[in-house]
């Protein structure tokens, strides 16, 4: 699954030896030397090997490995750098928990819901959610700002990391391809406004290669990618070379994007800000 490598090693290939997966932009471990996330559990702990993990150098032991949790961490007890920045303001987190309920089951934790399922039945149930939810952000984000309220939440960190990987990764790979996120006309602008806000740490064209390559050694179910009909009328074309190089388009243009509107902003304007169809 997840590994550590020092920058620039020689590309990877999946265990059964096939498949030649870039690492580039990657971190070694350089507190035990480890070379894959799994070995920072205990050898007898019986659970998943996820990431994200927090550890915890002093005491050597995992804090958290639950983003919804490691996120709050980070906005207060590990913020000193931005004391001044909150993204879970009390006044919207009951804002936030309500959104955050129908968006981790039906879109955060959706897509993958589709792309691991078990039957045709769960695959159909998944890919209505996905859809049916994205409809709901599109239809908040006609007429507010943000997810939950008029204000930058961890809420919308949250859904933005599903929504920014979307295209390149869970239409293709999980088929999710009913429309693509640059069809929803406020969502997209929103997807773009967000990449735009200062210090934002954002996803690379390297890691989106690694999240690829993670899921092409580690595959889903072999008939949850070949066996479940795809839904025709529903069906996006596209071609091959976009689960190679999509993700690096859609950043490219993305940056493009906020580029262009960096320049806007020194003359007084922008150009992303009405998010109406």
Not at 44 to 72: C, G, H, Q, R
Request: proline residues 8%; glycine residues 4%.
């Amino acid at each position: 699954g997840w590994f550590y490598r020092p920058p620039r090693p020689p590309p990877v290939s999946s265990p059964a030896g096939f498949g030649s997966f870039p690492c580039q932009d990657t971190i070694p471990d350089t507190i035990h030397g480890y070379k894959y996330v799994r070995d920072l559990y205990p050898a007898d702990m019986a659970t998943k090997f996820t990431v994200p993990v927090l550890f915890d150098k002093v005491t050597k032991t995992i804090v958290s490995n639950e983003s919804a949790e490691i996120i709050k961490m980070f906005n207060k007890e590990f913020n000193a750098k931005n004391p001044d920045l909150d993204l879970d303001p009390e006044d919207l987190q009951a804002e936030q928990e309500a959104v955050n309920e129908w968006i981790y089951p039906h879109i955060n934790n959706g897509v993958y819901r589709c792309g691991f399922a078990q039957s045709q039945g769960a695959y159909e149930e998944a890919f209505d959610q996905v859809f049916a939810a994205l409809d709901k952000c599109e239809d908040i984000l006609t007429k507010q700002r943000y997810i939950a309220g008029d204000r930058l939440t961890l809420a919308d960190i949250r859904l933005w990391m599903t929504l920014i990987r979307f295209d390149p990764v869970y239409v293709v790979y999980f088929k999710t391809n009913k429309k693509r996120i640059d069809e929803y006309p406020a969502i997209f602008n929103y997807v773009k406004e967000i990449w735009q806000v200062e210090n934002l740490i954002r996803p690379s064209p390297p890691l989106h290669a690694a999240l690829l390559a993670s899921h092409l050694i580690h595959p889903p179910p072999a008939t949850s990618r070949t066996q479940w009909r795809l839904r025709d009328a529903e069906r996006v074309p596209f071609v091959a070379a976009v689960c190679c190089c999509g993700s690096r388009r859609r950043t490219r243009s993305l940056q493009r994007t906020h580029q262009t509107n960096n320049a806007a902003r020194y003359r007084g304007t922008s150009l992303i800000r009405n998010r109406r169809p």
